[in-house]
Protein backbone atom coordinates (compact mmCIF):
# COMPACT_ATOMS: atom_id res chain seq x y z
CA UNK A 1 0.00 0.00 0.00
CA UNK A 2 1.71 3.46 -1.00
CA UNK A 3 2.30 5.80 1.67
CA UNK A 4 4.13 8.64 2.78
CA UNK A 5 6.65 8.22 5.47
CA UNK A 6 7.82 10.58 8.03
CA UNK A 7 10.16 12.28 5.19
CA UNK A 8 7.27 12.64 3.04
CA UNK A 9 8.24 10.63 0.75
CA UNK A 10 6.01 8.24 -0.99
CA UNK A 11 6.95 4.31 -0.81
CA UNK A 12 5.37 1.58 -3.26
CA UNK A 13 6.10 -1.94 -2.25
CA UNK A 14 7.16 -3.87 -4.79
CA UNK A 15 7.62 -8.07 -4.61
CA UNK A 16 9.76 -10.50 -6.73
CA UNK A 17 7.66 -13.65 -6.19
CA UNK A 18 8.57 -16.96 -7.80
CA UNK A 19 10.10 -20.58 -7.15
CA UNK A 20 12.87 -21.28 -5.20
CA UNK A 21 16.34 -20.30 -7.36
CA UNK A 22 14.36 -18.40 -10.23
CA UNK A 23 16.24 -15.44 -10.14
CA UNK A 24 14.79 -13.19 -7.79
CA UNK A 25 17.92 -12.51 -5.80
CA UNK A 26 20.42 -12.45 -9.09
CA UNK A 27 17.72 -9.39 -10.39
CA UNK A 28 17.27 -6.94 -7.34
CA UNK A 29 21.55 -7.38 -7.47
CA UNK A 30 21.36 -6.26 -10.80
CA UNK A 31 19.26 -3.43 -10.13
CA UNK A 32 21.60 -2.69 -7.44
CA UNK A 33 24.71 -2.89 -9.29
CA UNK A 34 23.48 -1.37 -12.77
CA UNK A 35 21.15 1.59 -12.20
CA UNK A 36 22.34 5.02 -12.26
CA UNK A 37 20.45 8.07 -11.18
CA UNK A 38 18.47 6.54 -7.77
CA UNK A 39 19.56 6.56 -4.86
CA UNK A 40 19.88 2.68 -3.07
CA UNK A 41 20.65 1.44 0.21
CA UNK A 42 22.09 -2.13 0.48
CA UNK A 43 20.27 -5.24 0.11
CA UNK A 44 19.23 -6.69 3.42
CA UNK A 45 17.87 -9.16 4.86
CA UNK A 46 14.99 -8.11 7.61
CA UNK A 47 14.42 -9.51 10.98
CA UNK A 48 10.80 -10.29 12.31
CA UNK A 49 9.75 -8.29 16.00
CA UNK A 50 11.45 -10.98 17.63
CA UNK A 51 14.46 -11.40 16.11
CA UNK A 52 14.78 -14.05 13.88
CA UNK A 53 15.37 -13.37 10.16
CA UNK A 54 13.08 -13.65 7.69
CA UNK A 55 14.97 -14.92 4.66
CA UNK A 56 14.18 -12.54 2.24
CA UNK A 57 16.08 -9.33 1.05
CA UNK A 58 14.55 -5.91 0.86
CA UNK A 59 16.13 -2.98 -0.96
CA UNK A 60 15.07 0.73 -0.92
CA UNK A 61 15.19 2.38 -4.42
CA UNK A 62 15.10 6.18 -4.62
CA UNK A 63 14.34 8.61 -7.17
CA UNK A 64 15.14 11.72 -8.40
CA UNK A 65 11.68 12.61 -6.89
CA UNK A 66 9.69 12.23 -3.86
CA UNK A 67 8.90 8.56 -4.54
CA UNK A 68 10.50 5.76 -3.34
CA UNK A 69 10.41 1.88 -4.30
CA UNK A 70 10.27 -0.76 -1.40
CA UNK A 71 11.42 -4.08 -3.44
CA UNK A 72 11.53 -7.55 -1.68
CA UNK A 73 12.19 -10.45 -2.63
CA UNK A 74 10.58 -13.56 -1.05
CA UNK A 75 11.85 -17.01 0.14
CA UNK A 76 11.20 -19.61 -2.67
CA UNK A 77 11.29 -23.03 -0.75
CA UNK A 78 7.50 -24.55 -0.70
CA UNK A 79 8.28 -24.18 3.72
CA UNK A 80 8.39 -20.92 3.70
CA UNK A 81 4.68 -20.16 2.67
CA UNK A 82 3.82 -18.44 5.68
CA UNK A 83 6.77 -15.43 4.83
CA UNK A 84 5.50 -15.06 1.45
CA UNK A 85 1.85 -14.53 2.55
CA UNK A 86 3.66 -11.62 5.13
CA UNK A 87 5.53 -10.15 2.90
CA UNK A 88 2.63 -10.08 0.12
CA UNK A 89 0.78 -7.80 2.21
CA UNK A 90 0.47 -4.46 0.95
CA UNK A 91 2.08 -5.33 -2.55
CA UNK A 92 1.82 -2.20 -5.40
CA UNK A 93 3.38 -4.35 -7.73
CA UNK A 94 4.33 -8.07 -8.22
CA UNK A 95 7.19 -9.27 -10.72
CA UNK A 96 6.60 -13.43 -10.65
CA UNK A 97 10.51 -14.63 -11.98
CA UNK A 98 9.42 -17.89 -14.01
CA UNK A 99 12.78 -20.06 -14.23
CA UNK A 100 12.53 -21.11 -18.01
CA UNK A 101 14.65 -23.87 -17.44
CA UNK A 102 12.35 -27.20 -18.50
CA UNK A 103 13.42 -29.23 -15.42
CA UNK A 104 11.88 -26.13 -12.92
CA UNK A 105 7.89 -26.37 -14.74
CA UNK A 106 6.70 -28.02 -12.33
CA UNK A 107 8.09 -25.31 -9.33
CA UNK A 108 6.92 -22.41 -11.70
CA UNK A 109 3.55 -24.34 -11.33
CA UNK A 110 3.06 -24.18 -7.69
CA UNK A 111 4.51 -20.97 -7.22
CA UNK A 112 2.42 -19.08 -9.45
CA UNK A 113 -0.88 -21.40 -8.19
CA UNK A 114 0.03 -20.20 -4.73
CA UNK A 115 0.35 -16.79 -5.85
CA UNK A 116 -3.21 -17.22 -7.08
CA UNK A 117 -4.64 -18.40 -4.21
CA UNK A 118 -2.92 -15.51 -2.12
CA UNK A 119 -4.15 -12.94 -4.44
CA UNK A 120 -7.63 -14.27 -4.10
CA UNK A 121 -9.99 -11.54 -5.79
CA UNK A 122 -6.95 -9.09 -6.49
CA UNK A 123 -5.69 -11.43 -9.24
CA UNK A 124 -6.04 -9.42 -12.41
CA UNK A 125 -6.20 -6.45 -10.76
CA UNK A 126 -3.23 -5.52 -8.72
CA UNK A 127 -0.09 -5.40 -11.09
CA UNK A 128 1.39 -8.04 -11.86
CA UNK A 129 4.78 -8.53 -14.48
CA UNK A 130 5.36 -12.16 -15.56
CA UNK A 131 9.40 -12.12 -16.08
CA UNK A 132 10.52 -15.68 -17.85
CA UNK A 133 14.34 -15.82 -16.88
CA UNK A 134 16.75 -17.77 -17.84
CA UNK A 135 16.58 -17.31 -21.71
CA UNK A 136 19.70 -18.00 -22.11
CA UNK A 137 19.66 -21.58 -21.51
CA UNK A 138 19.37 -24.02 -24.08
CA UNK A 139 16.54 -25.71 -24.00
CA UNK A 140 14.64 -22.84 -22.49
CA UNK A 141 10.85 -23.48 -22.39
CA UNK A 142 9.54 -21.53 -25.12
CA UNK A 143 6.77 -18.36 -24.15
CA UNK A 144 3.54 -19.76 -25.09
CA UNK A 145 4.21 -22.97 -23.89
CA UNK A 146 5.31 -21.49 -20.12
CA UNK A 147 2.70 -18.82 -20.57
CA UNK A 148 -0.35 -22.01 -20.95
CA UNK A 149 1.22 -24.04 -18.46
CA UNK A 150 1.23 -21.25 -15.91
CA UNK A 151 -2.67 -20.64 -16.93
CA UNK A 152 -1.24 -16.76 -17.33
CA UNK A 153 -4.29 -15.60 -19.37
CA UNK A 154 -5.05 -12.09 -17.84
CA UNK A 155 -3.82 -8.83 -18.20
CA UNK A 156 -0.15 -9.69 -17.26
CA UNK A 157 2.47 -7.95 -18.95
CA UNK A 158 5.64 -10.40 -19.99
CA UNK A 159 8.92 -9.61 -19.97
CA UNK A 160 12.21 -12.25 -20.90
CA UNK A 161 15.30 -11.69 -19.02
CA UNK A 162 18.83 -13.09 -18.67
CA UNK A 163 19.26 -11.87 -14.98
CA UNK A 164 22.91 -13.29 -14.63
CA UNK A 165 23.67 -10.48 -17.82
CA UNK A 166 21.28 -8.13 -16.42
CA UNK A 167 19.20 -8.46 -19.78
CA UNK A 168 15.89 -6.94 -19.63
CA UNK A 169 15.75 -6.40 -15.37
CA UNK A 170 15.62 -2.96 -16.21
CA UNK A 171 12.62 -2.74 -18.21
CA UNK A 172 11.35 -4.98 -15.53
CA UNK A 173 12.17 -2.95 -12.78
CA UNK A 174 10.40 0.26 -14.84
CA UNK A 175 7.13 -1.47 -15.75
CA UNK A 176 6.42 -2.57 -12.39
CA UNK A 177 7.35 0.61 -10.94
CA UNK A 178 4.97 2.60 -13.40
CA UNK A 179 1.97 0.08 -13.10
CA UNK A 180 1.95 0.42 -9.02
CA UNK A 181 1.66 4.14 -9.55
CA UNK A 182 -1.02 3.73 -12.04
CA UNK A 183 -2.31 1.38 -10.27
CA UNK A 184 -2.41 3.46 -6.61
CA UNK A 185 -2.50 6.92 -7.84
CA UNK A 186 -4.33 6.36 -11.25
CA UNK A 187 -7.22 4.36 -11.31
CA UNK A 188 -8.65 4.93 -14.02
CA UNK A 189 -5.60 5.59 -16.33
CA UNK A 190 -5.23 1.54 -14.72
CA UNK A 191 -8.22 0.52 -15.42
CA UNK A 192 -7.53 1.56 -19.11
CA UNK A 193 -3.97 -0.43 -19.41
CA UNK A 194 -5.43 -3.82 -17.94
CA UNK A 195 -7.66 -3.92 -20.93
CA UNK A 196 -4.91 -3.52 -23.76
CA UNK A 197 -2.38 -5.93 -20.98
CA UNK A 198 -5.48 -8.59 -21.55
CA UNK A 199 -5.87 -8.03 -24.95
CA UNK A 200 -2.25 -8.21 -26.13
CA UNK A 201 -2.36 -11.64 -23.56
CA UNK A 202 -5.46 -12.69 -25.79
CA UNK A 203 -3.69 -12.49 -29.24
CA UNK A 204 -0.08 -13.93 -27.74
CA UNK A 205 -1.56 -17.54 -26.86
CA UNK A 206 -3.73 -17.78 -29.59
CA UNK A 207 -1.00 -17.14 -31.79
N1 LIG B 1 21.56 -19.60 -16.75
C1 LIG B 1 21.04 -18.67 -15.97
N2 LIG B 1 21.16 -18.76 -14.63
C2 LIG B 1 20.62 -17.79 -13.86
C3 LIG B 1 19.95 -16.68 -14.42
N3 LIG B 1 19.53 -15.89 -13.41
C4 LIG B 1 19.92 -16.48 -12.28
N4 LIG B 1 20.60 -17.61 -12.53
C5 LIG B 1 21.23 -18.54 -11.58
O1 LIG B 1 20.20 -19.23 -10.89
C6 LIG B 1 20.60 -19.48 -9.54
C7 LIG B 1 19.55 -18.93 -8.58
O2 LIG B 1 19.53 -17.52 -8.64
P1 LIG B 1 18.96 -16.64 -7.43
O3 LIG B 1 18.96 -15.24 -7.88
O4 LIG B 1 19.69 -16.95 -6.18
O5 LIG B 1 17.49 -17.23 -7.33
P2 LIG B 1 16.35 -16.93 -6.24
O6 LIG B 1 16.27 -18.15 -5.37
O7 LIG B 1 15.12 -16.78 -7.06
O8 LIG B 1 16.71 -15.69 -5.49
C8 LIG B 1 21.97 -18.84 -9.37
O9 LIG B 1 22.95 -19.83 -9.56
C9 LIG B 1 22.01 -17.82 -10.50
O10 LIG B 1 23.31 -17.55 -10.93
C10 LIG B 1 19.85 -16.60 -15.86
O11 LIG B 1 19.28 -15.67 -16.45
N5 LIG B 1 20.39 -17.63 -16.56
MG1 LIG C 1 16.82 -15.48 -3.37
Known amino acids: MVYKDKQGFFRFKIVFYGPSLSGKTTMLKVLYNRISGLKKSKIRSVEDPSGRTLYFDYMPLGTKSKVFFDIYTVPGQRRHKKQRKFLLEGADAIVFVVDSDPSALQENVYSINELREFLGDKWGEI ?24 R ?56
Do not use: W
Not at 130 to 143: F, H, S, T
Not at 180 to 203: K, N, S
Open 152 to 207: INGPFPVFKTIAIEGLGVKRVFQEAARLAMLYRVFPDVYRRELETLAQTTREKLSS
Open 127 to 150: PLIIVLNKRDLPDALPETVLLRAL
